[in-house]
């Protein structure tokens, strides 16, 4: 293993490792918002308000949030490939159970438990690859991943929505299951053997302490700067989608639901510039364009202010390819950046406060949306977004390549 460089572009084993991640990620995100594009039917099936049924996406965020420095822990005892598989297997059998939920509190119950399973995948994904990609690659290769989570999240979002349309929500959460347990699949199939990582149970020395290994990270500043991008740009990300559907289905808009859930295409965007940014990322630097796709997200957000059905959906383009580009770009610095001892609690720790920022601002930006009205919940994204411009600049500026 100690003269395994990483696999290099146009190998076989660079190719199934992509388009298995890629699985992994469709797998992973299409479950954890299958209810989004169906927050409105959830909220009057319940008689939930918008921040209530939004839990239903905040519970399997905040069971992810907590799960991942716990998965980290496991993919370093039994590897990194056995823990995302028994990850993904076991939430796409609770998956399978959340349709049959008639009470909130259950169905919150199994959405928490669901994300924790899925927590597996995006706490060593970044780490896997970064280990088993030749290092001048492994910012292009995770612009790849991230572009696989899109469609993912893409996926969950649009067929839900759809099949809610002719047979209720219930049936278009178990429609995201199936479609799941096919990329689940394909994800178990192709995904190649870790050859740059041994784990613990093989080892004859230890390596660091779990304590020892997450305090690496905690100390550095670089570290911190990473993990407030994927909290602050997150949690501004998801109470957008959460609440968008909310603001347009309300006067002067009236967008019907089939229309609504048109717009989670957008998603696309962030699937071309995730791989676009790691490619520019490894041109030009990774801090430039991080910072350039935080400012394309400000400009999304702009041009939601503007009353019109195209420049809220040109906004939401321009906001989620911004986004995408962004966190592709954060989450494959993150492993890179870190001491080799503890890469996977450093992608573990960018993945905390990712959905915890999700958790988070998910739900309580809703209580702004709902009290003080449209202009100030997006006032209040546009802050994010400068605040994480600003820590980036002030954190990474030095050690930018």
Do not use: K
């Not at 949030?65 to 993919?75: E, F, N």
């Not at 030749?134 to 993912?152: E, L, M, P």
């Not at 779990?210 to 700067?225: G, T």
């Not at 400009?299 to 962004?326: I, N, R």
């Amino acid at each position: 293993m100690s003269d395994f460089s990483g696999h290099l572009p146009g190998s076989r084993a660079y190719r199934r490792l992509l388009i298995g991640l890629f699985f992994g990620g469709v797998a992973t995100f299409a479950q954890l918002y299958a209810t989004q594009a169906v927050l409105p039917v959830i909220a009057a099936d319940v008689g939930a308000s918008p921040s209530g049924a939004a839990l239903t996406v905040s519970a399997s965020t905040l069971g992810l949030a907590v799960a991942v420095i716990p998965w980290s822990i496991v993919a370093d005892r039994v590897g990194r490939v056995p823990a995302m598989a028994i990850g993904l297997i076991a939430a796409t059998l609770l998956g399978g159970i959340t349709p049959f939920a008639h009470d909130l509190g259950i169905l919150l119950a199994l959405r928490l438990l669901e994300g924790a399973a899925l927590g597996a995948v995006p706490a060593v994904a970044l780490a896997y690859l970064s280990e088993e990609v030749d290092a001048r690659h492994v910012a292009a290769a995770a612009g790849s991943y991230i572009a696989g989570t899109t469609v993912g999240g893409l996926t969950g979002r649009v067929v839900s929505g759809w099949v809610a349309e002719l047979a209720g929500w219930r049936w278009g959460v178990a429609s995201v299951v199936l479609l799941c347990v096919v990329a689940a699949v394909l994800f178990l199939a192709l995904v190649p053997a870790a050859r740059g990582f041994m784990p613990g149970r093989f080892r004859s020395t230890p390596g660091p302490s779990v304590r020892r290994r997450l305090w690496l990270n905690l100390r550095s500043p670089v570290q911190l700067a990473l993990y407030a991008q994927g909290f602050l740009l997150m949690g501004a990300f998801v109470a957008v989608y959460n609440y968008l559907g909310f603001h347009l289905s309300e006067p002067p808009f009236s967008l019907p639901p089939v229309v609504i859930t048109l717009l989670f295409l957008a998603y696309l965007a962030g699937t071309v510039s995730s791989p676009r940014a790691g490619a520019l990322a490894v041109r030009h630097g990774r801090l430039p364009v991080l910072l350039a796709c935080a400012v394309v997200m400000t400009g999304g957000v702009a041009l939601m202010f503007v009353p019109a059905t195209a420049a809220a959906v040109v906004g939401l383009v321009a906001f989620t390819a911004g986004f995408f580009g962004a966190h592709a770009v954060a989450s494959g610095w993150t492993p890179v950046a870190a001491d080799p001892r503890a890469r996977a609690q450093a992608s573990s720790l960018y993945y905390l406060g990712y959905y915890a920022g999700s958790s988070v601002f998910g739900w309580a930006l809703g209580l702004v949306f709902g009290s003080a009205g449209w202009g100030w919940f997006l006032g209040a994204v546009l802050a994010m977004c400068v605040v994480a411009m600003g820590l980036a600049f002030a954190a990474l500026r030095p050690v930018s390549p």
